[in-house]
């Protein structure tokens, strides 16, 4: 059993989102996501701490990155793991989302992992469920466990996250990844700038804490860190730009735009990233500059953590009221 020399400070049965939580809070989950760094990169990375714990991802949504890691953090873990595949399930019967986590629910898991298309629906879901819930993205709202590996990389190159001038570019209209990172970002006291065109910021950004650019010139001036962002076409309705094309001639990162960067600045991208549109390909692979790889093997670790936290503060709310489960 890994026993945590850091006390525990994340008091909450969910992990739903970022806004609202604490700076301790958040540097509990990053310090806990540490040791699972330095456990994965062992020869022997399986630990007994959740043996018994059953564990149900619940991907209403595709996922690459954040279904595997999920899966692959349980079972280091010791839990036994239930992949639901949508496509098989009695959603395309009819049954709503409420009805099958409840369904779900009966079968008393302990922690269920939602990724859904709607904004709110991972919330509404916990409110009906008595297992810990963990928001893996939810429609354009929140997608908390990116934040927290997005951080762990970004402390573990730098040293730290405050004062760290941090540039968010692309669809940050459309992107749950812009959100919870924006509200970890400035609670941890980075400074953070958002980068795109007009029609992809949200209306009253600015009342987040950051400062809005129109010019990948401008907003990536200084920077440590330059996080790339996907075009979210799923999301969208209309028209937000011209043509691919020339939204990679002003906003498609490449080794010009870099260069009013600082030398060292960090190329991030939480995946999956279209080549040619928001990114170079020759700068998305300079493993020089770019941490992408990076960030998902810290994403097996911040899940570990998350597991981790919320299952053991789970058992001692069930000792606590032993009736209640
Ligand atoms: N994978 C991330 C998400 O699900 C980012 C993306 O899809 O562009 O939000
Ligand atoms: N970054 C991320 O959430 O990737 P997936 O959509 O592949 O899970």
């Known amino acids: 059993m890994a026993s945590s020399p850091v006390k525990n400070t994340y008091p909450h049965r969910h992990i ?111 409110d009906k469920v008595n297992c810990s819930v963990i928001n893996a993205g939810d429609g354009g709202h929140e997608h908390p466990t990116q934040a927290f590996l997005d951080a762990l990389t970004i402390q573990r190159r730098k040293g730290k996250l405050q004062g760290l001038k941090i540039a968010i570019c692309g669809d940050i209209l459309h992107s749950r990844v812009a959100r919870s990172n924006i509200y970890l970002l400035i609670t941890m006291g980075a400074q953070v700038r958002l980068v795109a065109p007009k029609t992809l910021i949200p209306a009253g950004a600015e009342n987040l804490g950051v400062k809005v650019f129109h010019t990948m010139e401008q907003g990536l001036e200084d920077c440590d860190i330059v996080m790339m962002l996907r075009l979210q076409t799923e999301r969208m309705e209309g028209n937000f730009f011209p043509s691919i094309r020339e939204y990679f001639h002003f906003f498609g990162l490449d080794y010009k735009k870099l260069s009013v960067a600082k030398a060292d600045a960090l190329i991030m991208h939480p995946g999956p990233a279209n080549r040619g549109v928001e990114i170079d390909s020759e700068v998305a692979d300079d493993f020089s500059r770019s941490v992408i790889r990076e960030q998902v093997e810290m994403g097996v670790a911040v899940r570990m953590a998350c597991l981790d936290i919320l299952s053991n503060n789970l058992k001692t709310e069930r000792e606590m009221h032993p009736n209640e489960a």
């Open 16 to 126: 739903l989102g970022i806004e609202g939580l604490f700076p301790q809070e958040i540097a509990y989950v990053l310090e806990k996501s540490e040791e699972y760094v330095a456990q994965n990169r062992r020869a022997d990375k399986k630990i007994n701490l959740l043996y018994g714990c059953t564990i149900i991802n619940l991907f209403f949504e595709d996922s690459t990155r954040t279904r595997t890691s999920f899966e692959l953090a349980a079972k280091r873990l010791s839990a036994d793991v239930i992949n639901m595949s949508i496509n098989n399930s009695s959603i395309n019967k009819g049954e709503t989302l409420i009805d099958t986590a409840a369904t779900l629910n009966a079968m008393h898991p302990d922690i269920l992992v939602v990724r859904a298309g709607l904004s709110g629906a991972v919330q509404l879901l916990a």
